[in-house]
Nanobody, 123 residues
Framework: QVQLLESGGGLVQPGGSLRLSCTASGKSLDYHAIGWFRQAPGQGREGVACIHHSDGRKQYADFVKGRFTVSRDNAANTAWLQMDSLEPEDTGVYYC????????????????WGQGTQVTVSS
């Protein structure tokens, strides 16, 4: 069973940056795609970015393209989400998730989830 733990959230001013980390334990992330998702208060969970397990192909939601960067280190069993030019609309709880095989921005297709980390963008 893959267990995921996010860290790196916090309060940041508009235009600022945060780097979220997702560390896996219990089982290797080999052959698992990693996805990042977020949920704002009163909203559903939406896909932000994802990265394939082998060739590092990435996919981003339109609302973060050019601002967020997803990466991973399979040897370290860790993935990251670098978030730049943050906007108040980026506020929410951010989750990382893992699934065996193909990466996707659809949260329903992931079967391993972290507990989430709060990101608040406010002046």
């Amino acid at each position: 069973q893959v267990q995921l733990l996010e860290s790196g959230g916090g309060l940041v001013q508009p235009g600022g940056s945060l780097r979220l980390s997702c560390t896996a334990s219990g089982k290797s992330l080999d052959y698992h795609a990693i996805g990042w998702f977020r949920q704002a208060p009163g909203q559903g969970r939406e896909g932000v970015a994802c990265i394939h397990h082998s060739d590092g192909r990435k996919q981003y939601a339109d609302f973060v393209k050019g601002r967020f960067t997803v990466s991973r280190d399979n040897a370290a069993n860790t993935a990251w989400l670098q978030m730049d030019s943050l906007e108040p609309e980026d506020t929410g709880v951010y989750y990382c998730a893992a699934v065996w095989g193909m990466a996707t921005l659809k949260p329903s297709l992931y079967d391993h989830w972290g507990q989430g980390t709060q990101v608040t963008v406010s002046s």
